[in-house]
């Protein structure tokens, strides 16, 4: 297949805007970028794609997922008061939704948000999924929907004491089953982490299960670090330490863990993570809507740990949440100067370089041996358009709304704003009803 005709932007280190550029696809990975009419008079392909008056770039990557929150839109809570901060959030709404799905409810609950990525030209996810009484097998239906989808994933189950003994157990189970059998996949196109949900509901004898089993199966973390004040408190309470010193202790860091949030965090814990290569994922919509604060990412990225971008589960639009980095760090540092290129480049270098950790090649860019995840957008830009400018594209210009077709691994998932293989009318019905008795149950 050839792409073609249009601007194609790499991303990565490098970020090159190619004018007139062509992208060469075998199979489900890029062999060849550079000018389309040279490219189009020697290469070899069955499929041409006339991407004229668009910009060709890649696929975005959300770094941290929440598949399993989409019956909470519209949800009566069913409470006198609503949740007046994060535990109460956690209490009135999480953690009494996760306990009431079941595996047909995690089915349809990844299929809406995966058809909203590929509408919105996000290839690869990061997720971390709970369903504490349908924990078991719940990651082999959403590798389901995932291969159904045809987006890239790397998948974990939030193990937690907060629902006893015999389910923080089977968290783990469901973790290390799922991680041999991505490891044993062909294609790759899922792989697999250890979750935990944050320190303030993992005890020190399930901290010490789960990391000997990560261990003995070679798999790093994911899991929710100092997202609310009250998780600091509670390990300051418990262990004497922050929530990354204890993640340090038990020996959870490291380059193949990720880090979600980390708002209260000290200085000496910042140099852990950036010592230990550990990657911390920014998710500023959903902390903004938790009024939880504002993590000190310009500080991290001075130190350099790699800081990526994820949504939460508050959506799967990774366009705005990039242009929330840009705004939320303006007004919290009251300085206009600040977070510009830091936001563009968590898209452009952070997350593809965090993700491509957890997958066989390359995700997240365009260049030769890399995954062909690619979308084209109708923009046509108004000013130039080149490498010099292109951030100013990202974060004034492009949107998701443009996004027109959407490739992953090669395969076109999308064209002309359409599904080429998913019914979505016939999904989102049939999660209409599984919703409607998921609300009655709650």
Request: include cysteine; hydrophobic fraction near 40%.
């Amino acid at each position: 297949m050839l792409v073609g005709n249009g601007y194609v932007v790499t991303f990565g280190s490098d970020n090159k805007v190619i004018e007139n550029g062509a992208v060469l696809i075998d199979g489900d990975k890029i062999v060849k970028i550079g000018d389309f009419e040279t490219m189009k008079r020697e290469e070899a392909y069955e499929e041409f794609i006339d991407a004229r008056g668009h910009v060709i770039m890649p696929g975005m990557v959300n770094c941290h997922m929440h598949l399993y929150s989409t019956f909470a839109r519209g949800m009566d809570l069913k409470t006198s008061e609503p949740p007046a901060n994060f535990p109460q959030i956690l209490e009135k709404l999480w953690w009494r939704l996760d306990k009431t799905l079941t595996l047909e409810d995690v089915h349809y609950s990844a299929m809406i948000p995966l058809m909203e990525c590929i509408k919105a030209g996000t290839t690869t996810i990061i997720d971390h999924h709970a369903s504490p009484h349908a924990a078991r097998g719940s990651l082999n239906v959403i590798e389901n929907a995932i291969r159904e989808a045809g987006i890239k994933a790397c998948l974990c189950y939030e193990l937690s004491d907060r629902d006893g003994d015999k389910i923080a157990a089977e968290g783990i189970e469901e973790n290390i089953e799922f991680a041999k059998k991505c490891k044993a996949s062909e294609d790759g196109y899922v792989t697999a982490l250890m979750g935990m949900h944050a320190s303030m509901t993992v005890s020190e004898k399930t901290l010490a299960s789960a990391v000997a089993a990560a261990r003995a199966e070679k798999v790093g973390f994911h899991v929710h670090t100092a997202e609310d004040i009250s998780d600091l408190e509670d390990s300051m309470a418990k262990y004497g330490c922050g929530v990354v010193e204890r993640w340090e202790r038990a020996g959870v860091l490291g380059e193949n863990t990720i880090l979600a949030h980390c708002i209260h965090i000290s200085e000496k814990e910042m140099d852990m993570i950036k010592e230990s290569n550990t990657n911390v994922v920014h998710n500023p919509e959903s902390n903004m809507n938790n009024a939880v604060g504002t993590a000190s990412i310009l500080r991290m990225l001075e130190k350099g740990i790699n800081v990526g971008l994820g949504t939460d589960g508050m959506t799967s639009d990774m366009f705005q949440e990039l242009r929330q980095v840009n705004l939320i760090h303006k007004i919290t540092n009251k300085d206009p100067r600040v977070a510009f290129c830091e936001a563009a480049n968590m898209a452009i270098q952070n997350n593809p370089a965090m993700a491509s950790r957890f997958f066989r090649g390359n995700v997240g860019t365009i260049e030769p041996g890399a995954y062909a995840d690619i979308i084209i957008l109708n923009y046509n830009p108004p000013t130039p358009f080149s490498s010099a400018t292109f951030m100013g594209h990202l974060l004034f210009g492009l949107n998701s709304g443009l996004v027109d077709t959407t490739i992953s691994n090669g395969k076109v998932l999308m064209t002309g704003k359409a599904f080429t293989f998913l019914d979505e009318a016939e999904i989102a019905a049939k999660s209409r009803e599984a919703a409607k008795k998921l609300w009655q149950r709650f």
